[in-house]
């Protein structure tokens, strides 16, 4: 993990207090809505790599905070 992941992690983990996050509390942290982060995973693309748990249709998604701080870390534009 690079420097920029690290912090990106010990943000994420600070802020939420859990090793994963919701497909809403994701949507917040790219500034999209819900039915978006919906769409990315329809398409398969424009998000981190995520976990269904179960295998309905409407089985819960989330998405674990290691995989969010690497998609973060290289889709931020730094100045």
């Given at each position: 993990?690079?420097?920029?992941?690290?912090?990106?992690?010990?943000?994420?983990?600070?802020?939420?207090?859990?090793?994963?996050?919701?497909?809403?509390?994701?949507?917040?942290?790219?500034?999209i809505?819900?039915?978006?982060?919906?769409?990315?995973?329809?398409?398969?693309y424009g998000?981190?790599?995520?976990?269904?748990?179960?295998?309905?249709?409407?089985?819960?998604?989330?998405?674990?905070?290691?995989?969010?701080?690497?998609?973060?870390?290289?889709?931020?534009?730094?100045?």
């Open positions: 993990m690079n420097q920029q992941q690290e912090l990106i992690y010990n943000d994420l983990k600070t802020r939420y207090k859990k090793s994963t996050l919701s497909k809403r509390e994701m949507a917040h942290e790219l500034g809505s819900y039915s978006t982060i919906d769409g990315y995973i329809a398409k398969g998000i981190p790599n995520y976990k269904k748990l179960g295998k309905a249709k409407n089985a819960k998604v989330v998405f674990n905070i290691i995989d969010v701080a690497k998609f973060l870390s290289e889709t931020i534009k730094t100045a």
